[in-house]
Structures are given as C-alpha cells and as structure tokens.
C-alpha cells in the first residue's frame, strides 16, 4: 500500500499565513462534502471504518493526530502535524484516526456526499470484501 500525501503551498506575510485549496487542482477530486472534527480526546479511536466509493483528504489544521491506513495486507500510520500536508485515502481502505492532540482540528475533504450505503464499518466485512476483489483480479 503506498500512502499518497500531497504539500500544499502556504501564502503568509507578516499578518500570517494561508493555504488555499481547489477542486480538481490541489485536490483530486471534486469536493462534494466538507467536515472537520475537533474535541476529540487523546485515548479516543475515530473512523474505524473504509468507503466503497468515497475518497478523501485529511489535513490536521491544527495540532496532531495519527492516521493508520490499511488495505487488508499492509497497515502504515502516519502523523498529521503540518497544516499544509494533506493525507490521500482512497476507497477500500480501512482508515483509523487516533492519538489526537489537545485542541486538534482534523479537516476532511470528501469526493462524495454523505451516504451510510458507502460505509463499511465492520472490520472482518472489510477484509472479505478486498480479498474478494483481490480473487476477481486474479481470474
């Protein structure tokens, strides 16, 4: 599994900085949905789920959290620390968002309106269901 990060510029002066995003530019995909999630407590797990469809960026606009990704055969983590580093997730993948620190915010762009069908939020369906793409490809 490769993790696919992308920089995105800052603009700043003296009066600070700002990092501007559009679709289909900076970000693969057309923005169909924006949420972010924030006071979240250190020993608490978020997502815990993959996507059918839906793809995503996070990017931690404030503070740290850690990201585990996993495609079935390959579970890789990484720190979200920097404003300007956006983390890709693509569909199939189990996605874990954890460690977050005090006042973090976690920015999430998604390519796909909300839709509960999409969601796949038991583990092992997860598993059975990229093996079973895995056996489709090899026939």
Not at 101 to 120: N, R, T
Request: negative net charge; glycine residues 6%.
């Amino acid at each position: 599994m490769e993790i696919k990060t992308y920089r995105f510029p800052p603009h700043g002066d003296d009066r600070g900085q700002l990092v501007a995003l559009e679709a289909l530019e900076d970000i693969p995909f057309e923005i169909k949905r924006v949420y972010y999630i924030y006071d979240t407590l250190p020993d608490v797990v978020r997502g815990k789920h993959a996507h059918r469809c839906l793809e995503q960026i996070l990017i931690c606009v404030h503070g740290s959290c850690k990201v585990a990704l996993e495609d079935g055969q390959t579970r890789q983590e990484i720190c979200l620390d920097d404003p300007t580093l956006g983390l890709y997730i693509s569909n199939d993948t189990w996605r874990e968002m954890y460690d977050f620190s005090e006042g973090a915010v976690l920015l999430v762009l998604a390519s796909e309106h909300y839709d509960e069908a999409d969601y796949i939020r038991e583990y092992t369906k997860f598993l059975e269901m990229v093996q079973g793409k895995r056996e489709e490809r090899h026939l």
